[in-house]
């Protein structure tokens, strides 16, 4: 039988949907918290697509998609403003 493992050190991807705001509850979401996750997830996005022995394109690839959709997410309100008008 798998050891029971607590809700707080549960990840994402194992939280049943009822457990979801209880899971959300338990998160640290100061200033250094919200800090540290980003540092660890940095870490391990670097150590599983980057600091590789043979690389490829797949996480410079990603980090441009993820460029690509910020920018026009960021850009969306212009691009939805000139949608419509003519040009003549």
Excluded: C, E
Excluded at 14 to 32: C, E, H, I, Y
């Amino acid at each position: 039988l798998p050891a029971a493992v607590l809700l707080k050190d549960t990840k994402l991807m194992d939280v049943k949907l009822g457990q979801l705001g209880s899971w959300l509850a338990m998160r640290d979401f100061t200033p250094g918290g919200i800090m540290g996750a980003m540092r660890r997830g940095y870490s391990r996005y670097y150590n599983k697509y980057i600091n590789v022995r043979k690389g490829g394109l797949g996480g410079i690839s990603m980090l441009l998609a993820g460029y690509i959709v910020l920018s026009y997410m960021w850009s969306y309100s212009h691009v939805k403003h000139d949608r419509r008008r003519k040009y003549h």
